[in-house]
């Protein structure tokens, strides 16, 4: 499974952040790959609606998700605040991963 | 009609993205032991004392609006917004962030995207979008200075002080000041933000870039604030606040249109010297009126 995940704006829009990231999930630990695999299950993620991203409030984050695995594949864009607490759980783990895998770049 | 009373209603989210959360500081009620609800009270109070002060407006809407805000909202989220009714404050991650609730400016700068939204209306993106950006940034840094009583020539003109921890390369999200110098951080990346029309930004990311494109008419007030001298919301704030509420003022507003109705109310509400330091202010970003 490939993830490609894409924040942008929020109060402080910073560029470094907005960069997209890509996590192979088959390179990741086995437990935190089924952790992953989990959530985008949970978050029934390749039945959702393509464009969940109505009209935002001022300062809150849109995101970008586009996962690819064999047979299924499906990009969903979001925006704060994200109502479906499966989906939340999923966009908080992933933006956990960005972060850990631009500090150690 | 007695003068306008402020009514804050302070919710703790327990670290849930519900809202509003429980109730843990209502108006009147002693301060506590977290510092975020006490900073959260603390900044509303202060935001409704500036406009209320400053140009006798009563609340957000004018009309005694209470002020709600909700603290440890999600999981160590990083952010901070205006839902349309009320203030939502995010932990921080502790790594990068700081709790959101440190800044005053940041707090006054949510709850003016509230004022935009009651009175021009200003669509959140393009350069309409940068405006309502920036006059979210104008009145939160107002707001900050009068708490301190700080003249122009002395307040830092910065919008986030306090927000970045220390392991970050920078000072806060946005100054007003020097835009784009604000922070240069190997993860956060370089401030993007253009002081002049020279470096505006063409995107579709964040809504067309309103948070980059807002240093233009963020400098142009600084300019103008700085050129005018004293306290700033006397007069360069004044001349903002007016534009922002001139029934002129469309939502899909360019940044050319916002300016020459500043450049008016300049003249209107105060003189020629004031119509003067405006128009200058704006014509050095690069913005003719």
Not at chain 2, 80 to 101: C, I, K, P, Y
Not at chain 2, 118 to 143: H, I, K, M, P, T
Not at chain 2, 239 to 245: G, P
């Amino acid at each position: 499974m490939r993830i490609d995940f894409r924040a942008e704006g929020g109060l402080g829009a910073f560029p470094g952040l907005a960069q997209p990231v890509t996590i192979h999930c088959d390179a990741l630990p086995a437990a935190e790959n089924a952790h992953v695999r989990d959530l985008v299950r949970r978050a029934a993620f390749f039945t959702r609606p393509v464009d969940e991203s109505r009209a935002g409030a001022p300062d809150t984050r849109a995101y970008t998700i586009a996962i690819d695995d064999g047979p299924h594949c499906r990009t969903v864009t979001l925006r704060e605040p994200i109502a479906d607490p499966a989906l939340r759980d999923l966009v908080d783990a992933l933006r956990d991963k960005a972060r850990a895998m631009r500090r150690a770049r | 009609m007695g003068a306008p009373s402020k009514q804050r209603s302070v919710y703790d989210a327990h670290a849930a993205e519900a809202l509003p959360g429980r109730l843990v500081r209502a108006e009147g009620a002693p301060a506590g032991s977290d510092v975020e609800v006490n900073e959260a009270y603390d900044g509303l109070g202060a935001t409704f004392d500036f406009f209320a002060d400053v140009y006798d407006r009563n609340s957000i809407d004018d009309e005694g609006l209470h002020l709600d805000a909700s603290v440890h909202y999600g999981r160590r989220y990083d952010n901070a917004f205006w839902n349309g009714q009320q203030m939502v404050f995010g932990d921080g991650d502790g790594e990068l962030f700081n709790r959101f609730t440190i800044s005053l400016d940041v707090i006054a700068h949510e709850l003016t995207h509230g004022v935009t939204g009651d009175e021009a209306r200003l669509v959140y993106v393009g350069q309409a979008g940068a405006l309502n950006e920036s006059v979210s940034d104008v009145f939160g840094s107002l707001v900050k200075q009068y708490a301190r009583r700080q003249s122009a020539d002395a307040a830092d003109w910065l919008i986030g002080e306090g927000l970045l921890t220390a392991s970050v390369h920078g000072v806060a999200l946005r100054s007003m000041k020097a835009p784009g110098t604000a922070y240069d951080d190997p993860v956060l990346g370089r401030d993007p933000q253009p002081s002049t029309m020279d470096g505006y930004v063409r995107t579709s990311e964040d809504d067309g870039g309103v948070h980059t494109n807002s240093g233009i008419p963020n400098h142009a007030f600084y300019l103008a604030a700085i050129a005018l001298g004293g306290y700033a919301w006397e007069r360069a704030g004044r001349i903002w606040y007016e534009t922002l509420r001139d029934r002129r003022l469309k939502p899909t507003a360019t940044f050319r249109q916002f300016a020459r109705l500043t450049v008016q109310n300049a003249t209107h509400f105060f003189g020629a010297s004031e119509r003067k330091a405006v128009a200058a202010a704006w014509a050095e970003v690069g913005i003719r009126t």
